[in-house]
Antibody
Framework: EVQLVETGGGLVQPGRSLKLSCVASGFTFNNYWMSWTRQAPGKGLEWVASITNSGGSTYYPDSVKGRFTISRDNAQNTLYLQMNSLRSEDTATYYC??????????????WGQGVMVTVSS | DIQMTQSPTSLAASVGESVTITCLASEDIYGSLVWYQQKPGKSPQLLIYGATILEDGIPSRFSGSGSDTQYSLKINSLQPEDFASYYCQNGLSTPWTFGGGTKLELK
């Protein structure tokens, strides 16, 4: 059974940093691209970052580029999201997601339970 | 960036009815359209990808259609568990953008 378990959320002041982790199990982690997607309270979904299966390439939207860094440790089956210079608009539930690698389409077939990040003074 | 516009934003229907949700992309996404369902307090779940391909385990009352910039999600014979929010997603190019969502409520 595929499982994605996120940890590391919490309350953080604006301008500070936080690092999220996602431990994956039930599949061969290093075969899959992985991503983070977030959802502000009562709002829709926003893709935050993706990383290739090897970790050699990463992708971000402009809203977090230069502030967030996605990384992975394939030996530990763990995905990370380092979030720096946090802003109030980064307040959201952050989901770890898997991309099954369907040709030509980026999609997320498994989602973690989500971890809440609150940026507030 | 490709903008994804869903309509309606909310929809009320009864058990047994059929409903259709539409998603309009700001440019041709060549069928690289994905649909998710999200129940309150839960993580999103993949329903359909490639505009028409049903994910394993998803009931056949769900179907997707469309091409170019216009896509639809149809739910036939609504069941109580279908009342949820639905999101479309551009799967063609980064940034992978989502529609604003459609909340399907019980009438």
């Amino acid at each position: 059974e595929v499982q994605l378990v996120e940890t590391g959320g919490g309350l953080v002041q604006p301008g500070r940093s936080l690092k999220l982790s996602c431990v994956a199990s039930g599949f061969t982690f290093n075969n899959y691209w992985m991503s983070w997607t977030r959802q502000a309270p009562g709002k829709g979904l926003e893709w935050v970052a993706s990383i290739t299966n090897s970790g050699g390439s990463t992708y971000y939207p402009d809203s977090v580029k230069g502030r967030f860094t996605i990384s992975r440790d394939n030996a530990q089956n763990t995905l990370y999201l380092q979030m720096n210079s946090l802003r109030s608009e980064d307040t959201a539930t952050y989901y770890c997601t898997r991309d099954p690698g369907y040709p030509g389409i980026a999609l997320f077939d498994y989602w973690g339970q989500g971890v809440m990040v609150t940026v507030s003074s | 960036d490709i903008q994804m516009t869903q309509s309606p934003t909310s929809l009320a229907a009864s058990v047994g009815e059929s409903v259709t949700i539409t998603c309009l992309a700001s440019e041709d996404i060549y069928g690289s359209l994905v649909w998710y369902q999200q129940k309150p307090g839960k993580s999103p779940q993949l329903l359909i990808y490639g505009a028409t391909i049903l994910e394993d385990g998803i009931p056949s009352r769900f179907s997707g259609s469309g091409s170019d910039t216009q896509y639809s999600l149809k739910i036939n014979s609504l069941q109580p568990e279908d009342f949820a929010s639905y999101y479309c997603q551009n799967g063609l190019s980064t940034p992978w953008t989502f529609g604003g969502g459609t909340k399907l409520e019980l009438k």
